[in-house]
């Protein structure tokens, strides 16, 4: 899309969030992907990446989604920070940009949007906590949090409902030395990008069996995007079997 477009792209992004930029500029620098600023054909207004924002808004959403779990559970530290972490982790914050269109507006270059893959999540979760930052330095502490509010703890019950809140290595660990007693074993399979923004795919195996492969911005979020896509394949696998097992009663 041309500048005019991509302008009025942001303008019904603004309407969507409910949140009108006195700074226009500081919602499309959000934006801005570092490999964009490379592009030949760039908007020549565009002149700094998001990273700094996104600095900014990864600590903003933190302090909010903080004094919020502190003031909503009377529980202990543990439990709060695991709740935290799953709000705030990649694919939760991916998953609200995807939902409010922000993956079409984030301006990449062309090479690394046919090179995307699995990380685009990743790029979609920075994109978010920019945004973040944008809003902080726009509006202020409130403004900010009317939209973590919005898009960010507005998966809480979700995240309670399904207890994804907790760690799923630990989970994994637990299911595989009870069930089949077996520890499971992490490899890095690929690492791919710059060293200041590198994205790990890690494999998880059980007894030599592959369960899943994850993909993070850091080997620790690849190991349990790996360990939570081998519980979903063994609980499954587990559903299936009880399934037949009905069957054969019945039979």
Known sequence: ??????????????ELIGYRFKTPKLLCTALVHRSYLNEKHR????????????????????????????LTF??????????RAALVNYKNMGQAGLEIGLDELILISNGEKAELGKARLSIVADAVEAVIGAI????????????????????LSGILQNQSYKDNKTQLQEHTQKYLKQTPRYQI??????DHEKTFTIEVT???????????????????????????????????KLKQASFSVTD
């Open 43 to 70: 908007y020549q207004d565009l002149t700094e990446h998001n990273e700094r924002l996104e600095f900014l808004g990864d600590a903003v959403a933190e302090i909010i989604v903080t004094n919020f779990l502190y």
């Open 136 to 155: 902080y330095l726009d509006g202020g502490y409130d403004q900010a949090k009317k939209f973590v509010d919005s898009y960010i703890l507005n998966k």
């Open 74 to 83: 009377n529980e202990p530290e543990g439990f709060l920070t695991s709740l």
């Open 189 to 194: 399979t690929q690492s791919e990008g710059k």
């Open 206 to 240: 059980v007894g030599g069996t592959r369960y899943g492969e994850g993909v993070g911005k850091s080997k620790q979020d690849a190991e349990l995007d790996a360990a939570g896509k081998a519980l979903s394949k063994l609980r499954e696998s587990e559903t299936e």
């Open 1 to 14: 899309m041309n500048y005019h477009e991509f302008q009025q792209a942001v303008n019904v992004f603004q």
